[in-house]
């Protein structure tokens, strides 16, 4: 009888208490992924810096966070990369992915069907524009507002769709599948401007010399906004552990390495970093630190992919 009593007193516990849970009750994404041993990272399609093709391998800023997340975690890294931007919440509660790492932005709306982490990366909506289409001097997003007979491309199911619907007509918007595609309408002048967030477009316009009599830049900030890693909602312990990583990255000098890498220096396009003056002590230091964490991060891809990227 007493057995009974006690038991009775422990069952709410037991039930409510996620400290008196077993272990295997409580699995959560992390013990899911490691479990199968790789986690399945949602990736935009061709969007320079964060994913691209170089060499026949897939490179990136999210690329290189998504590895370095899954060697954290312990497993391998798989990639997938939907067709369609608005394929990747769906593809993410699906199941198809473990995680969104692809450009994506903040919104309220996105929020209530995922859970974003803290950010990793400041953008601004900006534009690629036909020369003659705005006066020689703009340099702003909102310069459109005095087109007329604007055709805007821009990506469907992205903020640059949002935030175009909200300052243009239906008419003006002309919807594609990819950033690249919209892009590419653009060199063919079936549109005379296009959306994209601002280190799209400054990359672009930073590896596309033979273009620069055609098109132009839009870079003033005219937003702030904030890309994040996005999970399924439902799981602070994930989430939590992401916040972690973003914040590890972020003061270990990782993310500040990346984006000296990926927009500064850019050899993965075929440039080479502009020739400088004698640095200071504080940069000869700086450089020394950056020599280590990009000895690090080189040894890490050689050992996920056996080969060692060759730019030059």
Not at 60 to 76: I, N, S
Not at 94 to 120: C, K, N
Not at 177 to 206: C, Q, R, Y
Request: glycine content about 6%.
């Amino acid at each position: 009888m007493k057995s009974i009593r006690w038991l009775i007193i422990l069952l709410p516990c037991l039930i409510l208490c996620p400290g008196a849970r077993s272990p295997g009750l409580m699995a959560g994404e992390i013990d899911a992924i490691r479990a199968k041993g790789e986690i399945v990272v949602s990736l935009i399609q061709e969007f320079p810096p964060f994913a691209m093709m170089v060499d026949g391998q897939l490179s990136g800023l999210d690329v290189d966070l998504a590895k370095l997340l899954a060697e954290y975690l312990g497993v391998k890294v798989r990639f997938i990369q939907p067709e369609t931007y608005g394929q990747q919440i769906p593809k993410l509660l699906s199941g198809e992915s473990d995680i969104i790492i692809a450009a994506m932005t903040r919104t309220v709306e996105r929020g209530l069907l995922v859970s974003f982490t803290d950010p990793y990366f400041e953008v601004s909506q900006a534009a690629m524009v036909r020369r003659g289409t705005v006066p020689p001097m703009s340099d702003s997003f909102f310069d459109l507002l005095k087109v007329k007979g604007l055709k805007l491309g821009v990506q469907a199911g992205t903020t640059h769709e949002k935030f175009s619907r909200e300052l243009f007509p239906d008419s003006a918007i002309h919807l594609f599948p990819t950033t690249a595609a919209a892009v590419d309408a653009l060199l063919k002048g079936e549109v005379n401007a296009m959306a994209a967030d601002s280190p799209f477009v400054k990359i672009w316009h930073a590896t596309n010399p033979e273009h620069y009599l055609r098109i132009g830049p839009l870079l003033a900030p005219v937003t702030k906004e904030y890309y994040a890693f996005a999970i399924r909602p439902g799981d602070p312990v994930f989430l939590g552990w992401l916040n972690l990583f973003i914040d590890q990255v972020k003061i270990d000098g990782t993310l500040d390495l990346l984006n000296q890498e990926y927009f500064e220096e850019m050899a993965w396009a075929g440039k080479k970093a502009p020739t400088k003056s004698r640095p200071t002590r504080a940069e000869m230091l700086k450089n020394e630190f950056i020599a280590r964490k990009q000895a690090m991060i080189e040894a890490r891809r050689k050992a996920l992919t056996g080969v060692a990227p060759d730019y030059d």
